[in-house]
Nanobody, 115 residues
Framework: QVHLVESGGGLVQSGGSLRLSCRTS????????MNWYRQAPGKQREFVAR???????NYADFVKGRFTISRDNTRNTAQLQMNSLEPEDTAVYSC?????????WGKGTLVTVSS
């Protein structure tokens, strides 16, 4: 079975930082592309960042160099380092991967940024 479990969310003040983790099981992590998405209250889910199996990264424009996605193939974990957080970054952040033709999601972790 494939499982993705996020952690690291919480409450932080504007300008602060958080580091999210996505621990995976049931996939060949080193071969998987990993994505982070977020969904703010009352809004549609949106793409945040992606790291390919070869380490190539892509980011949404709104990241503006504030976020860094990384992966640790020894721990089957993807991370999202978020700096200079703004109240607009408040959302549930979820990790995602597509594996053997299916899309898998974690339950998400809530990030709340206070002004």
């Amino acid at each position: 079975q494939v499982h993705l479990v996020e952690s690291g969310g919480g409450l932080v003040q504007s300008g602060g930082s958080l580091r999210l983790s996505c621990r995976t099981s049931g996939i060949r992590f080193s071969l998987a592309h990993m994505n982070w998405y977020r969904q703010a209250p009352g809004k549609q889910r949106e793409f945040v960042a992606r790291i390919a199996s070869n380490g190539t990264t892509n980011y949404a424009d709104f990241v503006k160099g504030r976020f860094t996605i990384s992966r640790d193939n020894t721990r089957n974990t993807a991370q999202l380092q978020m700096n200079s957080l703004e109240p607009e970054d408040t959302a549930v952040y979820s990790c995602n991967t597509n594996w053997v033709g299916r899309s898998f999601w974690g339950k998400g972790t809530l990030v709340t940024v206070s002004s």
